[in-house]
Nanobody, 120 residues
Framework: QVQLVESGGGLVQPGGSLRLSCAAS????????MRWYRQAPGKQRELVAD???????NYADSVKGRFTISRDNAKNTVYLQMNSLKPEDTAVYYC??????????????WGQGTQVTVSS
């Protein structure tokens, strides 16, 4: 079995920073792409950032220059550093990981979600 556990959400004032973490554990052979999505109330889930196994990164236009995605392959963990936060960044943030299990079954797994609220 594979589990993704997220942490780091919370309430922050506009202009503040938060760092999200998502750790994968279980019967994992290898991890490919790792991604962060978010979903605001009444809106569709959107891709925020992704990082390949080789370290290539992509960002949504709305977060470029403010958010940074990174990964620690030794810890099977992906991070999202969020700076200069805006009220419109308020959402539930989900990590998504493409991986190969120890039984060589490929799949995409989701974290449980963590709430980020940007408000004064």
């Amino acid at each position: 079995q594979v589990q993704l556990v997220e942490s780091g959400g919370g309430l922050v004032q506009p202009g503040g920073s938060l760092r999200l973490s998502c750790a994968a554990s279980g019967s994992i052979f290898s991890i490919n792409a790792m991604r962060w999505y978010r979903q605001a109330p009444g809106k569709q889930r959107e891709l925020v950032a992704d990082i390949t196994s080789g370290g290539s990164k992509n960002y949504a236009d709305s977060v470029k220059g403010r958010f940074t995605i990174s990964r620690d392959n030794a810890k099977n963990t992906v991070y999202l550093q969020m700076n200069s936060l805006k009220p419109e960044d308020t959402a539930v943030y989900y990590c998504n990981v493409d991986l190969l299990t120890a039984r060589f079954v490929r799949g995409a797994y989701w974290g449980q979600g963590t709430q980020v609220t940007v408000s004064s």
